[in-house]
T-cell receptor
Framework: GAGVSQSPRYKVAKRGQDVALRCDPISGHVSLFWYQQALGQGPEFLTYFQNEAQLDKSGLPSDRFFAERPEGSVSTLKIQRTQQEDSAVYLC??????????FGQGTRLTVV | AQSVTQLDSHVSVSEGTPVLLRCNYSSSYSPSLFWYVQHPNKGLQLLLKYTSAATLVKGINGFEAEFKKSETSFHLTKPSAHMSDAAEYFCVVSAFRGSGYSTLTFGKGTMLLVSP
């Protein structure tokens, strides 16, 4: 595609609900990253995929966060039993190996 | 560990005046440094990057940044602000993690306000 696409753009979840956030990277991009951007902060690294392999999940804040990229293209970030502190913008970025990362517009998650 | 500190949370300028957004970095080795811009409801866009070549880096839309190792700084400048420059700017350092990838560590951001 023309750019990194994320859906939904906005998600409101009740506390305790499970959510799934989708990322469509640029076609052919091997690397895929998820970042979390809390209000008034810079984005923080969550996890990294190289094709379908999740090579780094050191930034995932708890075991309620889970990410997958089963066919090496589309990725899903899942958050189980959402809490208020999970409210943030979730950004996806992709790159062709270790080159410039292109970011999507993000999904704004609000937990009420 | 790598980190960046953006010294101003907000900077206000008038259209046509110079812009200076300040950034200091900390890195245990020679860093790769970036500036990204984030317009409301739009994705992060790369303005420029430094990767150990020329210390003065030119980016898009007339922005440039100078890498100063002695001062551990990477300040972003533009000679003349335009209304369309109003956005949030992030200073970013790259950390090589091995296995052929790097992750980005962002500063907290500087909101640039441009008045007519």
């Amino acid at each position: 595609g023309a750019g990194v696409s994320q859906s939904p753009r906005y998600k409101v979840a009740k506390r305790g609900q499970d959510v799934a956030l989708r990322c469509d990277p640029i076609s052919g991009h091997v690397s895929l990253f998820w970042y979390q951007q809390a209000l008034g902060q810079g984005p923080e690294f969550l996890t990294y995929f190289q094709n379908e392999a999740q090579l780094d999940k050191s930034g995932l804040p708890s075991d309620r966060f889970f990410a997958e990229r089963p066919e090496g293209s589309v990725s899903t970030l899942k958050i189980q039993r959402t809490q208020q502190e999970d409210s943030a913008v979730y950004l996806c970025a992709s790159s062709f190996r270790d080159t410039e990362a292109f970011f999507g517009q993000g999904t704004r998650l609000t937990v009420v | 560990a790598q980190s960046v500190t953006q010294l101003d949370s907000h900077v206000s300028v008038s259209e046509g005046t110079p812009v200076l957004l300040r950034c200091n970095y900390s890195s245990s080795y020679s860093p790769s440094l970036f500036w990204y811009v984030q317009h409301p409801n739009k994705g992060l866009q790369l303005l420029l990057k430094y990767t150990s070549a020329a210390t003065l880096v030119k980016g898009i839309n007339g922005f440039e940044a100078e890498f100063k190792k002695s001062e551990t700084s990477f300040h972003l400048t533009k000679p003349s602000a335009h209304m369309s420059d109003a956005a949030e700017y992030f200073c970013v350092v790259s950390a090589f993690r091995g296995s052929g990838y790097s992750t980005l560590t962002f500063g907290k951001g500087t909101m640039l306000l441009v008045s007519p």
